[in-house]
């Protein structure tokens, strides 16, 4: 029996079975080397929205290279110099204003941080005072500060009892307490605020 099928490409066309073998891999072979057509690919999906809610409070993590200085002082303090500071360096009675990050040494946890920070050079622990007094303006330094040089024995917030502290700083400007008075009177003779110490 010879199986007959009716082409469409024209009136009294009839192909048989054993003709459409012949032919279709020739049909494949026409189609698959044919030019593309115009069709656009599917537009990527954009992200989707996560159901999982983030941890507070926010603390992320330091890694165990990053919590480690190359130096110490006779106190034990840890020092690490990233970016060298030019000029003068600030003193015990100075005001700094610094950008710095702090974290627990044993762990990375970040515990405080802060941008354009001003405070007493003598106002913080002895560890960040001391470091901050081997730093001229500009510069940006590891201070890996052990326990005895921080908050020893006590608890502080986040930071457990005998913790060693790490702290990232970058000095940005200081000024001595009398330039400070001068600008906190500055600004009550003409009622502007003062600006901040650079």
Known sequence: MVLQHRCAYGPGMILTLPALRRIAPLALLALATAPATAATPPAPAGPTASMEAIALPLNPVISAGLRLCNAKTASGLGTLVLKAGEGAKPTKTDIVLVNYIGYLAASGVVFDQGMQAAFPVDGVIPGFSEGLQLMAKGATMRLCVPSALGYAEKVSGPIP???DLVFQVTLADFKTAAE???????????????PAPQ
Request: hydrophobic share 50%; glycine share 12%.
């Open 161 to 163: 009892a005998n913790s």
């Open 180 to 194: 400070v008075e001068a600008m906190r009177a500055a600004q009550g003779a003409d009622g502007a605020p003062a």
